[in-house]
């Protein structure tokens, strides 16, 4: 998926994306099964795969807007609660 998303970026964010990806995409899926895990859904773990992947592409689609030299903590922030509206859907 990652390499994807990198072809669809802007040559100005690859690397952004590429560094959000590589940190923040194996928290987002265990948070995202265990919500549709808890959600009773059929199946969480391909659940959790479309919404992680689901947020990652507007990371992509909206990369100009996402808080890159925010602190971290922002950052993070800003990623889990786009990943949340995701679930949520």
């Known amino acids: 998926m990652l390499s994807f998303l990198l072809t ?3 040559e100005q964010y690859r690397e952004r994306i590429e560094r959000l ?3 923040y995409h194996k928290p987002m899926l265990k948070i995202a099964k265990q919500r549709f895990v808890n959600a009773l859904r059929s199946n969480p773990t391909l659940d959790a ?3 992680v992947q689901a947020a990652f592409m507007g990371f992509v ?3 100009h807007a996402v808080p890159f030299d925010r602190p971290r903590a922002e950052l993070e922030a800003y990623v889990f609660a786009v990943l949340h ?3 949520s859907k």
Do not use: L
Request: no cysteine; aromatic share 14%.
């Open 21 to 23: 990806y590589k940190r």
């Open 49 to 51: 795969e479309d919404a």
């Open 85 to 87: 509206h995701e679930i």
């Open 8 to 10: 669809m970026a802007d």
């Open 61 to 63: 689609r909206y990369a």
